[in-house]
């Protein structure tokens, strides 16, 4: 497959937020404010990336010749809750007012879906090294841009004149299906 | 969560204390399988599984377990669990399991699980546990439930349930005619808009609730006031 194809199939068609539904709970929780957004945003690139290259080895050079497939999904999750724990850390000691910030977001990482997925995704479409990268870098990009664009839109909502039962989640899934439609004209591009 | 003050019958705590419309806990495969019933049905009977059981592990080796290294424990109970279920609906109902897909893996990220057990069956015995597990997983289910009924009804037109044994339709019911279905709603799009309905009723409900309590209370304060009103007046009639 074409990588440029998979880059932005991953980034804008199939969106992981606005199409797959994955990694809602940070979407929803850390989208009230832009700097949050953005933080949460390069975060889970850092972590998607890492955990997932990280499982795609461990599947085929692990699991695979030990013949132990079905026990992958155990596998990754302990990766994943591994890698998250290190990374908290590792945020902490250099940037405490990162970790101020993103507060309790950070270890609920490990139960964002969007990485299990994305670990899960590249062994059941039985990507290569080079599609598992491509793959691992575009699908949190496409969570990163649409959380930031979501978070601006919803700083703006913040200010507005909503109805007392709307306020706060409801409308922001009102703003979520109308960016589903704008999203959804990217369906032509490839 | 605290625990809710006073005692709320059956219907008003699924409301209440719905993880999906009123704490946003699992919303992923909310929005994602609800196409139709069959999907929410089977993805709720997993979930009910996998999070009684989870809660009955967890509360039995919540005690044993280390303070630091607890959520990976919990993680690991969760995954065994998701696995085995995962293996015996692709034997028994392979159709639903390649339709619900990497849902019921993802299951083991599914925020209500870790959730109800870092914030309930650690610190519960095993039979609170276990309720618990199953009220959360039914309450789950029915917000499942409500948000498929309503985007098969208006995107299909039909509601319509199989056997996911051997994929027999039990039974077929055509409500909306043909020319006057919601396509929309099978998309993400509906998806997104069934949900901001649902929560905002969810929400209207907490709302009108808490304004009645808060008459309730005011009248009560009322009546105590007026009471005592009253009493001084005796009183200083008396005294005349």
Known sequence: MNLLTLFLSALLINNVILSKFIGMCPFMGVSTKLSSAVGMGVAVIFVIFGASVLSWALYYYCLVPLGLEYMKLICFILLIAAFVQFVEMFIKKNSPSLYKSLGIYLPLITTNCAVLYVALDNISQGYNFIETLVNSIAVPAGFMLVLVIFATIRERLAGSDTPEAWKGNPIAFVVAAIMAIAFSAFAGLV | ?240
């Not at chain 2, 209440?16 to 495969?29: D, M, R, T």
């Not at chain 2, 009108?208 to 209370?217: C, H, L, P, S, T």
């Open chain 2, 1 to 240: 969560m605290s625990e809710p003050v006073k005692k709320r019958g059956f219907w008003s705590e699924m409301i209440y204390n719905n993880p999906v419309f009123g704490l946003y806990l699992g919303i992923c495969s909310t929005l994602a399988i609800t196409t139709t019933l069959n999907n929410a049905i089977g993805m709720g009977v997993a979930v009910i599984v996998v999070l009684t059981i989870s809660n009955i592990v967890i509360s039995l080796i919540a005690p044993l377990t280390p303070d630091e290294i607890h959520i990976p424990v919990y993680i690991v109970v969760i995954a065994t669990l998701v696995t085995v279920v995962g293996m015996l609906m692709q034997a028994y109902t392979p159709e639903l399991y390649s339709t619900l897909g990497t849902f019921i893996d993802l299951i083991v990220v599914n925020c209500i699980i870790l959730g109800r057990a870092e914030a309930y069956a650690c610190s519960h015995n095993v039979a609170e546990s276990a309720k618990d597990g199953l009220m959360m997983g039914l309450s789950y289910t029915f917000s499942l439930l409500a948000m498929s009924l309503i985007r098969q009804l208006l995107g299909t037109g039909v509601i319509e349930l199989s056997n996911p044994m051997n994929n027999q339709v039990i039974f077929s019911l055509r409500l909306i005619p043909e020319a006057f279905e919601i396509p929309v709603f099978t998309t993400q799009t509906g998806a997104f808009l069934t949900f901001a309905v649902l929560s905002a009723l969810v929400a209207a409900y907490k709302l009108n609730d808490e304004k009645k309590e808060k008459a309730a209370a005011k009248a009560k304060a009322d009546a105590a006031k007026l009471a005592a009103a009253n009493a001084a007046k005796a009183k200083v009639k008396e005294a005349a």
